[in-house]
Every structure is written in structure tokens, then in C-alpha cells.
């Protein structure tokens, strides 16, 4: 017969694994420049107070940081033992500002809060980011914008968002590029976008930005995308990587295309979330 004997301070680590595998996310909030930022928060229990890699999940255009695929991706670098930082952009979700009023400038600006707000806490410290869609536009920008950022999965990263405004062509609405309205009904009316978002995509410089950031000292920056994306074209992933690693300080840079994916990774967000916490290990 074999005798297992077990410390006190064993059991308790066992105990407080098992409680914190099922913790809810805790949620909390912090000034905007549009009002407040809903934030929600995975916090390991053994880096509660422990300094080191922090992930900061970002989600894509009319989404909110409870979407499918960005819950994925939270649980699965959760398990990985990342504390994840999962937030609502201004004008999304349960965070303040009007929709209408948002550009991806202001997106940059609510998720420079977001990092310098999660880099005072504990367990703060260097950052990797996820972007979906517009969200990993606003992310692949901060890596050339923003110290302390060490990596960033980019996920369909939305660079057509540019050439969409140049063109006048905005999901289903057709506008004068060159005199866009105030206000752009979408999706029959059910969102207003405004004009300013337009004016501000159009002098965008997407990935003029994005190629500055190994000199901000990124490591990598690695974009998954899939091929049957039709809101997307996979080519601008590929833009994506091109930037970062043909730059005067270039970084590492992979691109993933998923065959059969479409924009959203509808179906596939567990296989998505699985690869990019694994790219998001080789950051570290």
C-alpha cells in the first residue's frame, strides 16, 4: 500500500486552485475621455501581487468585451495563467460616449488608459494584446505608439476600415467621401455611425504606425486571419506582418491563415483562442 501524506499548505494551494478556476471575472471601471471604461478582469490567484505579462483583449467594431471570441481568448489565457484585462471602447458595450462621436483615435486614446491604469496595479507589468477586427487595428497601432507593450495577436485585423473610407463604401451605406454627413446610418439604421470616423480612418497612417514598433521594443507581432473572410480580405492581415517585419527596426512577425475561417471565427473560437495564447507564450 502506498501512503500519500499532504502539507497543510499543499492542500490550501490545491484549494485555492480549484476555487479560482471557477472565479467569475470581477468587473470595475476607470475614466475615459468620453466617460467611464468598463473593464473586466481575470486575475490568476498566484499573480495577484506578482508583477509580469498581462494581457490586454480588445474587441472589434459594434462588439463589446463579452463577444464570443474574446471570451475565448480570456479563458483560455486565464488557464494559461495570464491575468486578462477585457474592456468596452467608448461608445461599446457598458462603457460611456455616443457611438456616433467615435473614431479609431479614440480607441487608441481609451486603450493608452487601459494600459497605463493596468500597469499601477499589482499584478501589473509588461503587456501583450489581442485585437479582433478594428480592435486589433487599435492594438497593431499602440505597439508602435505605446512603451511597455512586448507583443500583440492581432485577430482580422480591420485595415479595410482605410481604404473603406477613401472609397465611401461603409458596410451598407454609400456616402461622398470627400463630404461625409454628420451622422451614417448602418445596418438600416440600427447603428449611427459619424462622420468623423470617416475623416479620421481616411489620414490614418495604419501601418506607417504599426512599423515603428520594434523600436517601441515589441517583440512580436503575429495576425491570425481567415480566408474565407469576407468583411476582411486576408490581405490585410498580411499587410499587418509586412509592416512590422520589412520596418527600419523590424520585429518578428507571423501571419496564420486559417482555411474556412470567416471574420468572426464563427464556430472556431476555442481552436483561435488555443492558437493565440500559445503565440502569446513565445512573447513572454
Same mark, same amino acid.
Given at each position: 500500500m502506498i501512503c500519500r501524506f499532504f502539507s497543510l499548505s499543499v492542500f490550501l494551494t490545491i484549494l485555492l486552485l480549484a476555487v479560482n478556476a471557477n472565479a467569475?471575472?470581477?468587473k470595475t471601471e476607470i475614466d475615459g475621455a468620453s466617460g467611464k471604461l468598463s473593464i473586466l478582469l481575470d486575475i490568476p490567484a498566484e499573480r495577484e501581487t506578482v508583477k509580469g505579462p498581462v494581457?490586454?483583449?480588445?474587441?472589434?467594431?459594434?462588439?463589446w468585451k463579452g463577444e464570443p471570441l474574446l471570451t475565448a481568448v480570456a479563458e483560455a489565457a486565464y488557464k494559461a495563467g495570464f491575468p486578462v484585462v477585457r474592456f468596452d471602447f467608448n461608445g461599446h458595450g457598458e462603457s460611456g460616449g455616443d457611438f456616433s462621436k467615435m473614431t479609431v483615435s479614440s480607441e487608441v486614446d481609451d486603450l493608452r488608459r487601459v494600459l497605463e491604469w493596468a500597469a499601477k496595479?499589482?499584478?501589473?507589468?509588461?503587456?501583450?494584446?489581442?485585437?479582433h477586427s478594428q480592435g486589433g487595428v487599435v492594438s497593431g497601432m499602440a505597439c !508602435?505608439?505605446?512603451?511597455g507593450i512586448k507583443g500583440a495577436v492581432l485577430l482580422a485585423p480591420a485595415g479595410v476600415l482605410v481604404d473603406d473610407s477613401k472609397s465611401g463604401h461603409i458596410f451598407d451605406a454609400r456616402i461622398d467621401p470627400a463630404n461625409p454627413p454628420d451622422v451614417i446610418p448602418l445596418f438600416g439604421g440600427a447603428k449611427l455611425l459619424g462622420g468623423c470616423f470617416v475623416r479620421d480612418a481616411q489620414k490614418l497612417p495604419l501601418y506607417e504606425?504599426?512599423?515603428k514598433a520594434g523600436s517601441r521594443g515589441v517583440r512580436s507581432i503575429s495576425i491570425?486571419?481567415?480566408?474565407?473572410?469576407?468583411v476582411v480580405p486576408y490581405s490585410y492581415g498580411q499587410r499587418f506582418a509586412d509592416a512590422a517585419s520589412f520596418a527600419a527596426v523590424p520585429c518578428q512577425a507571423e501571419f496564420h491563415l486559417l482555411? !474556412?475561417?470567416?471574420?468572426?471565427?464563427?464556430?472556431?473560437?476555442?481552436e483561435v483562442a488555443e492558437l493565440t495564447?500559445?503565440?502569446?507564450?513565445?512573447?513572454?
Amino acid at each position: 500500500m502506498i501512503c500519500r501524506f499532504f502539507s497543510l499548505s499543499v492542500f490550501l494551494t490545491i484549494l485555492l486552485l480549484a476555487v479560482n478556476a471557477n472565479a467569475a471575472p470581477r468587473k470595475t471601471e476607470i475614466d475615459g475621455a468620453s466617460g467611464k471604461l468598463s473593464i473586466l478582469l481575470d486575475i490568476p490567484a498566484e499573480r495577484e501581487t506578482v508583477k509580469g505579462p498581462v494581457v490586454v483583449a480588445c474587441h472589434g467594431f459594434t462588439s463589446w468585451k463579452g463577444e464570443p471570441l474574446l471570451t475565448a481568448v480570456a479563458e483560455a489565457a486565464y488557464k494559461a495563467g495570464f491575468p486578462v484585462v477585457r474592456f468596452d471602447f467608448n461608445g461599446h458595450g457598458e462603457s460611456g460616449g455616443d457611438f456616433s462621436k467615435m473614431t479609431v483615435s479614440s480607441e487608441v486614446d481609451d486603450l493608452r488608459r487601459v494600459l497605463e491604469w493596468a500597469a499601477k496595479q499589482p499584478w501589473g507589468g509588461d503587456f501583450l494584446l489581442v485585437g479582433h477586427s478594428q480592435g486589433g487595428v487599435v492594438s497593431g497601432m499602440a505597439c !508602435g505608439l505605446y512603451s511597455g507593450i512586448k507583443g500583440a495577436v492581432l485577430l482580422a485585423p480591420a485595415g479595410v476600415l482605410v481604404d473603406d473610407s477613401k472609397s465611401g463604401h461603409i458596410f451598407d451605406a454609400r456616402i461622398d467621401p470627400a463630404n461625409p454627413p454628420d451622422v451614417i446610418p448602418l445596418f438600416g439604421g440600427a447603428k449611427l455611425l459619424g462622420g468623423c470616423f470617416v475623416r479620421d480612418a481616411q489620414k490614418l497612417p495604419l501601418y506607417e504606425t504599426v512599423a515603428k514598433a520594434g523600436s517601441r521594443g515589441v517583440r512580436s507581432i503575429s495576425i491570425i486571419h481567415g480566408k474565407a473572410d469576407v468583411v476582411v480580405p486576408y490581405s490585410y492581415g498580411q499587410r499587418f506582418a509586412d509592416a512590422a517585419s520589412f520596418a527600419a527596426v523590424p520585429c518578428q512577425a507571423e501571419f496564420h491563415l486559417l482555411y !474556412g475561417a470567416n471574420h468572426d471565427f464563427s464556430q472556431r473560437e476555442k481552436e483561435v483562442a488555443e492558437l493565440t495564447v500559445f503565440l502569446l507564450k513565445k512573447m513572454e
